[in-house]
């Protein structure tokens, strides 16, 4: 079953609106990291949140990181619609998993209306 | 620009005909990986390299090959495709002077791969 899987699996909203995805995982971690993929295209790091860590910011993105409910939330505000995209979560597993790789998530598929 | 090429972008080929997809990063990563991605089952692990001459499998390795002769390149050898290998495929690199995992993945931009 996925480490990471990401919630809602699809949303839909305006421009100028906040979107907010989450990501549940099933086992304790070292860091998580959010990508993003444009469609068909390879997917870009947008952040690291290590397993100390509660919230880390970047630009619009915002990441919070609950390890007491393994979970972990993206939120980018004030939307454009050049943020339509897919967005991934990745785990590192901690000890529990194979380390030698992240495992990625199913993704969330963010559309922006303009 | 450091970047990580995939070549090529697209092909289509038959059943039983040998191919290799190049892969190439500029930034002395010494971590590399391959991966593919279908619809509904995310992106899955495929084989991966710790460094120059280190190779391992990953979550789906069958019916794949790699080398890592040289640090910047790492090919994905098909030698007789199949139809259940059509699929979007993607090669990343890593620095691991942090530490595994602790750096971001770099991937290139994808081949989209028909096995007919």
């Known amino acids: 079953s996925q480490q990471g899987e990401e919630d809602p699996q699809a949303l839909s909203i305006q421009e100028g609106e906040n979107a907010t995805m989450n990501c549940s995982y099933k086992?304790?971690?070292?860091?998580l990291q959010w990508y993003r993929q444009n469609s068909g295209r390879g997917l870009v790091h947008l952040i690291l949140i290590r397993s100390n860590e509660r919230e880390k910011h970047s630009g619009r993105l915002r990441v919070t990181l609950d390890t007491s409910k393994k979970s972990s939330s993206l939120l980018i505000t004030a939307s454009r619609a050049a943020d339509t995209a897919s967005y991934f979560c990745?785990?590192?597993?901690?000890?529990?998993?194979?380390?030698?790789?992240?495992?990625f998530g199913t993704g969330t598929r963010l559309q922006v209306f303009p | 620009e450091a970047q990580v090429t995939q070549n090529p972008r697209y092909l289509i080929t038959v059943t039983g005909k040998k191919l290799t997809v190049t892969c190439s990063q500029n930034m002395n990563h010494e971590y590399m990986s391959w991966y593919r991605q279908d619809p509904g089952l995310g992106l899955r692990q495929i084989y991966y390299?710790?460094?120059?001459?280190?190779?391992d499998k990953g979550d789906v390795p069958e019916g794949y090959k790699v080398s890592r002769k040289e640090k910047r390149n790492f090919p994905l050898i098909l030698e007789s495709p199949s139809p259940n290998q059509t699929s979007l495929y993607f090669c990343a690199s890593m620095s691991t002077h942090l530490g595994l995992n602790n750096s971001p993945l770099h991937f290139g931009n994808g081949t989209r791969l028909t096995v007919t």
């Open positions: 390299s710790m460094n120059v001459e280190v190779t």
């Open positions: 990745a785990t590192d597993g901690g000890r529990s998993y194979n380390t030698d790789k992240l495992i």
């Open positions: 086992t304790s971690i070292n860091n």
